[in-house]
């Protein structure tokens, strides 16, 4: 059983952390200006937002296929949930300042879909699911292997029930985050139509 579910994690986990590398490098832009906003000497050195942009691409493309090989599998999944902890704070601080655009972290930064708190118990959901596999694994950290790469499942049913198990929460969190962002645009139309008519 928990051999199951660590393999259903590391799905989840594998194409949560690709998909966002592969999302970065479609609006290398829109991560940048992320970035810039964070860190004050990559807003003085453009070169310094691409270099971040590229360590953090290359940090989510190697969770990701540490997830997929299974090699090391409890240093991926602790490497993963400091991440996300990362990320959360990272998220905390756009909100703070008001951040105008979108979280951009699967590479989108539609500026109707502001940071909230969907995007924050996402990520607190994404750690909790990496902290899950630490305990799971249960592994030394040095030796053989620690599980089988994704591409050799046992059972073939547990590979559905893992792919299934994904889209469904990819389904889930779209339809919460759409709802979120109905839910901000009602709330603050009231208020530009207000600021439009006084002015």
Known sequence: ???DLLFVLRCCLAITFLGAAGGKLRNR???VAVIEELLPIADRHRA?????LGGLVA??????LGFVIGVRL???ALAAAASLVLFTWALL???KAEWGHGCVCFGVSDTATR???VHIA??????GASGAAVMLSGTPLSGTPLAEPLWRPADARLLATALAVGVAAALVYGLVEALWQVSHLRRTEPSAAAARDSG
């Open 1 to 3: 059983m928990q051999a």
């Open 29 to 31: 832009r829109g991560i």
């Open 48 to 52: 310094a937002g691409v270099v971040a």
């Open 59 to 64: 940090l989510e493309t190697a969770l990701g």
């Open 74 to 76: 409890r240093l991926v």
């Open 93 to 95: 601080r756009l909100q």
């Open 115 to 117: 940071i909230g708190w």
């Open 122 to 127: 996402r990520n607190l959901v994404l750690a």
